[in-house]
């Protein structure tokens, strides 16, 4: 079982939708969880991190954490075209100091 | 410089051949982390240095594989007899501590072996 997995996708959303992203992650001791977006032929952006059980917004985006789940999911309202790459959901494990990335679910917002 | 800087950008080389990689992190950053990243597939963790040490080297696949960061600054991760399947692209990445929310990532230097 891998450690971070997600639907590789494509997800496919039209502009102005509400795009829906999920991961789930085999640690239970995992306390930290990220989300990345990367856009084709370059590095890894960070857009959110989640610590808490619950929900985090910041702007058009809201991570969502159910630790007992163990699933982290990413929403993305009003797509915009601009918004269409690979998301990456990371965690760090329990007792560790690095990132554990999921292989990316490919996100495209049509007009 | 403002951001993670990987030299070179892109490589080609020979099987069998010898290749350094190098990443500068950004100043004052003193964790220091090493990714693979293979087309279609999420980034694989290869090392993390905390200074200059290797705190957690587990994710190297191999022997042929080896990264230093002598000063506790620049680090650069080497290659020893290349083969076809380390064609990937190999990202740097740093941050002030083992703290995921600082992390930054460079451009990557995208490795092809013939």
């Known amino acids: 079982q891998k450690e971070v997995e997600q639907n590789s996708g494509p997800l496919s959303v039209p502009e102005g939708a509400i795009a829906s992203l999920n991961c789930t992650y085999s640690?239970?001791?995992?306390?930290?969880f990220f989300w990345y977006r990367q856009y084709s032929g370059k590095s890894p952006e960070l857009i959110m991190f989640i610590y808490s059980n619950g929900d985090k917004e910041d702007g058009r985006f809201t991570a969502q954490l159910n630790k007992a789940s163990q699933y982290v999911s990413l929403l993305i309202r009003d797509s915009q075209p601009s918004d269409s790459a690979t998301y990456l959901c990371a965690v760090i494990p329990g007792g560790y100091n690095k990132l554990i990335f999921g292989a990316g679910t490919r996100l495209a917002v049509h007009p | 410089g403002a951001g993670v800087s990987q030299t070179p950008s892109n490589k080609v080389t020979e099987k069998g051949k010898y290749v350094e990689l190098r990443c500068d992190p950004i100043s004052g950053h003193t964790a220091l982390y090493w990714y693979r990243q293979s087309l279609g597939q999420g980034p694989e963790f290869l090392i993390y240095?905390?200074?200059?040490?290797?705190?957690?080297d587990s994710g190297l696949p191999n022997d042929r594989f080896f990264a230093v960061r002598p000063e506790g600054s620049v680090s650069t991760l080497k290659i020893q007899r290349t083969e076809r399947g380390d064609s990937a692209v190999y990202l740097c990445?740093?941050?002030?501590?083992?703290?995921?929310?600082?992390?930054?990532f460079g451009e990557g230097s995208w490795l092809t072996v013939v």
């Open positions: 640690d239970r001791g995992s306390q930290s």
């Open positions: 990445a740093s941050s002030f501590g083992p703290s995921g929310n600082t992390i930054y």
């Open positions: 240095f905390q200074g200059t040490g290797a705190a957690d």
